[in-house]
């Protein structure tokens, strides 16, 4: 039982003891209680067992009157009697609340459930909750409980999951009740980036167009921080920019698309004020000779930070 969530957590025909006490009632009183689906969309439909359990060769059907095949909440109270209510179908199982006995403090109640959460044809994955009813001899209300129920195969694992998901689900509440605003999407060039960024092995499932667009953002990024804090790269960094510059280097043959890339970052990083001039050295990708310019110009200029601002904010947006 998850007193977090106010929820059980069950396999299949274990029994289950529920307490209850009543001090305020003389007369004779009962305890009704029905499974019934908690969403809305749902919540109108019975609660049944599955073809396969409420067959009458089951093995958890031994013993078991054939009229309470259907039923998926039995109990083990020598006076339950069990009910069906023809308006909408619902099953429940009525049971009489007996005197306390000397120095006990609650009043026992043994249940079973005869059906698991997942079966399909029966409640088919639906959240489920049983609601207890304290009732007189004319069926008068005079009480309610009710408690959310899970019956399935590995109660701890599905406990300590649910109470995980919870636990996330409120951390990402803030104040006003009020959630968090999404990302905003990505493009899938920029998803591609963020794989690269995040790790080599993820590589593989990029193009050689896409694998290109994140390495030469990554290199952009790595030496915009460099440039940032003013110095020389560690040893970590330095293995990361050895690598870009060689995956660079691969790449621009593969890639029919390099002398794009070439001069749209050349004309980024190159600019001195704004982008209308081009550095005289790579000529917006070329050279005088009209061949295709090296990339150590490009990678290796020593640029200032309102430079590589410009530089940085160009290539993310263009890949």
Request: hydrophobic share 35%.
């Amino acid at each position: 039982y998850s007193s977090s969530l106010n929820k059980l957590f069950i396999t299949v025909n274990n029994v289950m003891y529920m307490g209850f006490r009543c001090t305020s009632v003389a007369s004779d009183v009962y305890v009704r209680a029905v499974l019934i689906f908690s969403e809305a969309q749902h919540f109108k439909e019975p609660v049944v067992r599955c073809v396969f359990h409420k067959h009458r060769t089951d093995v958890l059907n031994k013993g078991v009157d054939e009229k309470l095949l259907e039923y998926v909440l039995h109990s083990g109270h020598s006076n339950a009697v069990y009910e069906k209510d023809f308006t909408s179908g619902r099953h429940s199982v009525r049971v009489p609340l007996d005197r306390l006995q000397a120095g006990a403090e609650w009043v026992t109640v043994p249940y079973r459930f005869m059906c698991k959460s997942s079966c399909g044809g029966g409640m088919n994955r639906r959240l489920t909750e049983v609601i207890f009813t304290l009732e007189n001899e004319r069926g008068d209300v005079l009480g309610r409980r009710k408690m959310k129920v899970r019956i399935c195969s590995c109660p701890k694992r599905d406990k300590d999951k649910e109470e995980g998901d919870a636990a996330s689900n409120q951390n990402q509440t803030v104040s006003g009740g009020k959630r968090k605003l999404a990302p905003r999407p990505e493009s899938r060039n920029q998803e591609a980036a963020k794989r690269k960024c995040e790790g080599f092995p993820q590589q593989i499932f990029l193009t050689t167009d896409e694998f290109l667009d994140a390495t030469v953002l990554a290199l952009a990024r790595l030496k915009r921080k460099l440039s940032a804090e003013n110095r020389a790269p560690n040893e970590e960094e330095e293995i990361l920019l050895q690598k870009y510059e060689n995956d660079f280097y691969v790449l621009r043959g593969m890639s029919m698309s390099f002398l794009t890339y070439v001069q749209v970052m050349s004309f980024a990083i190159c600019s001195g004020s704004g982008f209308g001039e081009l550095c005289d050295n790579c000529d917006g990708g070329r050279s005088s000779d009209g061949n295709e310019v090296g990339v150590e110009h490009e990678l290796k200029t020593v640029l200032s930070l309102t430079q590589m601002d410009i530089a940085y904010e160009t290539a993310e947006s263009y890949f």
